[in-house]
């Protein structure tokens, strides 16, 4: 067995190839967009929505305005800046907590970037007393 040393090449070849392979593991993992529902989705009570305000419902993604009595609005939890769930609601604003954009609970309106676009409309009914949001 030669024992001979590691070609220059070789080693920076190597460097190279896990350095690109990080750096997709990075951008995959921060682009990584949580899913929207895929069908009808029981949300709970419609009178837990306040009038005039708005419930955001994390763990199905929506956010549900009632911006006058029995009228429901329901919009994506889900930025449009880099795809993170919004984590709060506070005077009828939607705050990411990723980048910090801001977005208005009643129309869905971007107020305060990076967010590109307002959040997507989602179809939202009453059924029985419950709200109910489509995909």
């Known amino acids: 067995m030669t024992d001979q040393p590691t070609a220059r090449r070789t ?13 997709g593991l990075g951008v995959a993992g921060c682009a990584a967009k949580p899913k929207q529902p895929t069908g009808p989705v029981d949300l709970g009570a419609a009178d837990e ?4 305000g708005a419930k955001l419902y994390r763990d199905q993604k929506v956010v ?14 889900v930025c449009t800046h880099q795809g993170c769930v919004v984590a709060s609601i506070q005077n009828n604003v939607v705050t990411c907590p990723c980048h910090g954009s801001q977005f208005n609970a ?11 676009t307002p959040l997507p409309a989602v179809g939202v009914t009453v059924q029985n007393g419950k709200l109910v949001a489509d995909s």
Do not use: C, D, I
Request: glycine share 20%; charged share 5%; proline share 10%.
């Open 11 to 23: 080693v920076l070849q190597g460097a190279a190839v896990v350095g690109v392979a990080g750096v």
């Open 49 to 52: 929505v306040p009038v005039g």
């Open 64 to 77: 549900v305005a009632q911006p006058t009595k029995g009228a429901y609005k329901g919009f994506s939890a």
């Open 106 to 116: 009643l129309t869905g309106a971007v107020e305060q970037g990076p967010a590109p």
